[in-house]
């Protein structure tokens, strides 16, 4: 529990939670009217709405309830719209994307149209084929607004169940790109750069033939990821367990003195560029995180999703690669 919800009531602490990871419509009436459900234990039990954290206190948010039931409350959260989707690909349960930054995934405060999410519905109502089950439109993970690359939406809730269950249990590989700015690379990172020259085409290819299984020439970062206590727009890495920390294991691969090829096993809020801040390296344009305190959100920084692999719901294999223009 940082220590900047000390003192606040528990339902005010949770809206301020709910807001900051996007989920601006999910409203204060909302959780008090569905309070009783247990949204939110404080050291493993319901209180009150009126209850005031105390310094000790383990706040545990149960995120997931709380969307499945605002889902219930109002299926219809998601304004349909008409606008650009980049597809890479399409059947009768999923939609891959190539999203551009600068765009969010779906709705969060301040923005209840113009996102990724909207667009689906749009596209989709259009065709005939929006299954009004989906939650969010069928957004299966998110990347942030300032990121590009690729995501995946399903069709209908079936398959949005089946992958999201395969991104909770792993079985999805996830590169990423990563441009750095101003910063020098951190010992063993050049350690593994003087190794010799690295060709990006080469090093993915090496990812296939392994099975996505980095060898020695990636660096592992393993620890927890939780939010800063210095800015709660932030999140922030250690190697240390904490009651409030998620577990973070990202591998890093040195192309250059400021590019990266990054592989993420988890998938935490802002876990790359938290990650990265904690190696004291910076994603170039990535105003919020170049320093410790943290500036203005960027819209747009240059990481980018360049690869997923994962097995579709019904049974068949799918690699999306950008860096060769690739899908098998």
């Not at 009436?29 to 209180?47: A, I, M, Q």
């Not at 801040?277 to 959100?297: F, N, Q």
Request: proline share 3%; net charge positive.
């Amino acid at each position: 529990m940082n220590i900047d919800g000390v003192g606040e009531r528990i339902d005010r602490y949770l809206l301020s939670y709910l807001q900051e990871k996007g989920y601006g419509y999910v409203t204060r009436s909302f959780l008090k009217s569905n309070w009783e459900k247990g949204f939110v234990l404080l050291n493993g039990k319901s209180v009150k709405p009126s209850y005031k954290i105390k310094e000790k206190d383990n706040v545990e948010i149960l995120e997931e309830k709380i969307l499945n039931t605002y889902e219930i409350v109002d299926p219809d959260n998601i304004i349909s719209e008409k606008g650009s989707l980049n597809i890479v690909f399409e059947d009768s349960n999923i939609l891959v994307l190539n999203k551009e930054s600068g765009i969010s995934i779906h709705p969060g405060v301040g923005n209840p149209s113009g996102t990724i999410a909207n667009f689906v519905r749009g596209y989709l109502e259009e065709k005939g084929e929006y299954d009004n089950k989906l939650s969010r439109a069928g957004v299966v993970h998110r990347l942030d607004k300032a990121v590009s690359g690729l995501v995946v939406f399903a069709k209908n809730k079936e398959t949005q169940l089946y992958l999201q269950k395969q991104f909770q249990e792993r079985k999805i590989n996830k590169i990423y790109y990563a441009k750095l700015q101003g910063k020098e690379l951190p010992q063993i990172l050049e350690d593994i750069l003087k190794i010799g020259n690295v060709n990006i085409q080469n090093e993915i290819e090496k990812l296939k033939s392994n099975d996505f299984v980095c060898d020695e020439s990636w660096y592992e970062v393993s620890g927890y990821i939780s939010r800063s206590s210095k800015n709660r727009m932030k999140m922030q890495f250690s190697p240390f367990s904490s009651p409030s920390g998620k577990n973070s294991v990202t591998y890093l691969k040195p192309l250059s003195s400021n590019e990266l090829l990054i592989k993420i096993e988890t998938g935490r809020m802002h876990q790359i560029r938290a990650t990265l801040a904690y190696l004291g390296l910076c994603i170039k344009g990535d105003t919020l995180y170049e320093s410790s305190s943290g500036g203005e959100i960027p819209q747009r920084i240059e990481l980018k999703s360049v690869l997923l692999n994962f097995t579709n719901i019904n049974g068949k294999e799918l690699l999306f690669d950008l860096l060769t223009n690739e899908k098998k």
